[in-house]
């Protein structure tokens, strides 16, 4: 099974400035097929998870662009370019390469 | 838009059962795969496995079988999950999801229920 590492479990962030999560994967995350199915979901508190961003960097319709995923093979990270106060929420990264696993969650907090 | 819908809370007794049902509308219903996530509390959410949405065929994760069973109503466009003989560890929400990409691939998960969430006490 893949397990799905976040990094920090808890991040302190003033508004306007960035924040990024870091996700590590037990294995490489390439598919036979060539994609990385790695996302990013975001669960703001009493809300079902919202997905992001999906193979590594794709924007979902409709997602602010503050919000970008980079990485490769067992590497991830989510960067948040100016933290508004809506983005608080825990953010998980997951994936689908093999039979879809989720990180921890990492809480993002305004300080 | 495309959505779906699952009903609110349920509180059953140890050794009981239930079923949390998942209406989608919006969308073909019979295109995409349908996953259930189990959210327990303090817990990381837990793909429990999926539905063919087109065959009707399940599949399930290790941790998940015997007790646990998907089903359809295409006719109402609507997904099921049933626990059966429910335990005090059964206790959490309950979410289905959507596959993003057509023809029944797990890739991601673009549209999630409210979620359910059960409660088993005695």
């Known amino acids: 099974d893949i397990v799905l590492t976040q990094t920090p479990l808890s991040s302190p962030v003033t508004l306007g400035q960035p924040a990024s999560i870091s996700c590590r994967s037990s294995q490489s995350l390439v598919h036979s097929d060539g994609n990385t199915y790695l996302s990013w979901l975001q669960q703001r508190p009493g809300q079902p998870p919202r997905l992001l961003i999906y193979?590594?960097?794709d924007r979902f319709p409709g997602v602010p662009d503050r919000f970008s995923g980079s990485g490769a093979g067992t590497d991830f990270t989510l960067k948040i370019s100016r933290v508004e106060a809506a983005d608080v929420a825990i953010y998980y990264c997951?994936?689908?390469?093999?039979?879809?696993?989720f990180g921890q969650g990492t809480k993002l907090q305004i300080k | 838009q495309a959505q779906l819908v699952q009903a609110g809370s349920e509180l059953k007794k140890p050794g009981a059962s239930v079923t949390v049902s998942c209406k989608a509308s919006?969308?073909?219903?019979?295109?995409?795969?349908l996953s259930w996530v189990r959210q327990a509390p303090g817990q990381r959410l837990e793909w429990m496995g999926w539905i063919n949405t087109n065959t009707g065929n399940p599949t399930y994760v290790q941790g998940f079988t015997g007790r646990f069973v998907f089903s359809l109503d295409t006719s109402v466009s609507t997904a099921y999950l049933q626990i059966s003989s429910l335990k005090a560890e059964d206790t959490a929400i309950y979410y289905c999801?959507?596959?993003?990409?057509?023809?029944?691939?797990?890739?991601?998960?673009?549209?999630w229920g409210q979620g359910t969430m059960v409660t088993v006490s005695s």
């Open positions: 919006g969308y073909s219903f019979t295109s995409y795969a």
């Open positions: 997951m994936q689908a390469t093999q039979f879809p696993s």
């Open positions: 999801a959507r596959g993003s990409t057509i023809l029944q691939v797990v890739d991601a998960f673009d549209i």
């Open positions: 193979k590594i960097s």
